[in-house]
């Protein structure tokens, strides 16, 4: 069973940087994309950023110049660094790893979320 393991999150002021660790462990890993998405109460869950595993990135519009994704395969961890924090990046931030479980199916799998509060 593959789980998700987060850590990073914490309170930072706005201007200031964190860097947001997911490692996947488990029996069978094969991981292709993995990444983050946040989520605040009352709204839906949101792509942050995405990286597959030749190292190709997506970023959502709102973290684009300020937020880098990158990945160490062999060590199935996925890590996110942030800079230039805004109050609006102030979120839930969720792990997720697409587990292979068939030829081109893959199953989301998510973190339980580490919390990011940006306030002065």
């Known amino acids: 069973q593959v789980r998700l393991e987060e850590s990073g999150g914490g309170f930072v002021q706005p201007g200031g940087s964190l860097r947001l660790t997911c490692t996947a462990a488990?029996?069978?890993?094969?991981?292709?994309?993995m990444g983050w998405h946040r989520q605040v109460p009352g709204k839906e869950r949101e792509l942050v950023a995405v990286?597959?595993?030749?190292?190709?990135?997506f970023y959502g519009d709102h973290v684009k110049g300020r937020f880098t994704i990158t990945r160490d395969n062999s060590k199935n961890t996925v890590y996110l660094e942030m800079n230039d924090l805004k109050f609006e990046d102030t979120a839930v931030y969720y792990c997720?790893?697409?587990?292979?479980?068939?030829?081109?199916?893959?199953?989301?799998?998510w973190g339980q979320g580490t919390s990011v509060t940006v306030s002065s």
């Open positions: 997720v790893a697409h587990q292979e479980i068939a030829a081109y199916k893959y199953l989301p799998i």
């Open positions: 488990g029996s069978g890993l094969k991981i292709n994309g």
């Open positions: 990286i597959d595993d030749s190292g190709s990135a």
